[in-house]
């Protein structure tokens, strides 16, 4: 797809632990300041000590270097870090709120992103969550949201990934099954690569290997950066369908609880004419998003959620291995095999 478009234009938010912009794949002026919304002083979040959001806007905009196969989706996208957690005294994985989520998104939204990743998640619709949602969708902006990996602690539905404009992700294996931690449930739109993705760390060159929906996401974040610059007429409503029509479907009935829509394709969400598109009637079902529990008003204080923190280890990456695993068929993907890290079981995961 990268004859067609690198993402040109198109300005991702990630909503995570900051982005280090120093990382030779992200330097450049891939990432731009952004904001830290965790700590006050209006602090720019282009650092990252903890390595999550790096991690993630790599698979997303890393740009390609000599020496190494690895790209990003997107590679001439920017990125925007806006940081919504911080690492903390003790060393355990980063801690947010919905409220500290929502912040985020809404600061995103503001500072101009055009697609929004946040891997992250809570279990407690959050009425301030739901609202920095309707926000961006409001105002065109596509939101991606990791689906969780609690698929061992009984699927609870998973905020914001739920909510019906948003893009919820979850996690194929390298079989192109759907991974066993991977979140399931009548509100995920896509699934794409979860287990040992490689992507770049901070404060250095090399590559880290990582497994979750956490990083299943920012692929299809990826992806609509691509829809965006090729298809700039389009609303982010628009682009969310174009997504889930073009990925590879399960042979189930649409969408799959485990699969929602499928597979993410990105040469056929770039390419592809849709019939509505040619004049032709769409014969496809509509979606329908899972009903919602209502609202509860927020109390003293934000659920508090976890982003996936993953073990690292310096790894390459083939570029050709991991594109086409992106364009193939769900059964036939072969991204690149090595340890995977472990991913929690606790259910605090994005």
């Known amino acids: 797809m990268w004859p067609l478009t690198k993402g040109s234009g198109v300005t991702v938010g990630v909503v995570d632990t900051g982005v280090d912009a120093k990382t030779p794949q992200l330097s450049g002026g891939r990432v731009q300041r952004g904001l830290d919304v965790a700590n006050p002083g209006g602090k720019p979040a282009d650092d990252d000590c903890y390595g999550h959001g790096t991690f993630v806007a790599g698979i997303i905009a890393a740009g390609g270097r000599s020496g190494t196969g690895f790209a990003g989706i997107a590679p ?11 690492v903390s005294q003790d060393g355990s994985p980063p801690r947010l709120t919905a409220a500290e989520m929502a912040k985020g998104i809404r600061a995103a939204v503001d500072g101009g992103a055009d697609v929004i990743n946040i891997s992250a998640s809570t279990n407690t619709p959050d009425l301030g969550l739901a609202d920095a949602v309707r926000y961006a969708a409001d105002r065109n902006v596509v939101v991606v949201a990791s689906a969780a990996n609690s698929a061992q602690q009984g ?12 893009i919820a992700v979850g ?20 699934v ?31 992806a ?19 997504l889930e029509l073009t990925a590879d479907h399960p042979a189930a009935a649409l969408p799959d609880p485990g699969f929602g829509w499928g597979f993410v394709n990105v040469m056929a969400a770039v390419s592809t004419v849709l019939p509505e598109e040619s004049g032709a009637r769409l014969p496809v079902v509509t979606a329908e998003q899972a009903p919602l529990p209502p609202i509860p008003p927020v109390a003293g204080h934000g ?3 976890a ?15 991991l594109l086409s695993g992106l364009l193939r068929g769900a059964r036939e993907r072969r991204w690149l095999p090595a340890r995977v890290a472990e991913v929690s079981r606790r259910g605090e995961v994005g």
């Open 224 to 242: 609509a950066a691509l829809v965006r610059a090729y298809h700039p007429e389009l609303t982010a409503k628009q682009v969310k369908r174009r």
């Open 155 to 166: 699927d609870p539905v998973t905020y914001p990934a739920s909510y019906p404009s948003v």
């Open 303 to 305: 659920s508090v959620v």
């Open 192 to 222: 794409g690569p979860g287990v040992g993705v490689t992507s770049v760390g901070p404060r250095g060159a090399g590559h880290w290997l990582g497994s979750g929906t956490s990083y299943s996401a920012p692929f299809v974040a990826g």
């Open 171 to 190: 996690a194929a294996d390298i079989d192109g099954k759907k991974a066993d931690f991977s979140q399931t449930g009548k509100f995920l739109s896509l």
């Open 307 to 321: 982003l996936v923190a993953a073990i690292s280890v310096p790894v390459l990456a083939a570029l050709a291995v």
């Open 76 to 86: 001439d996208a920017k990125i925007l870090p806006i940081r919504c957690a911080t």
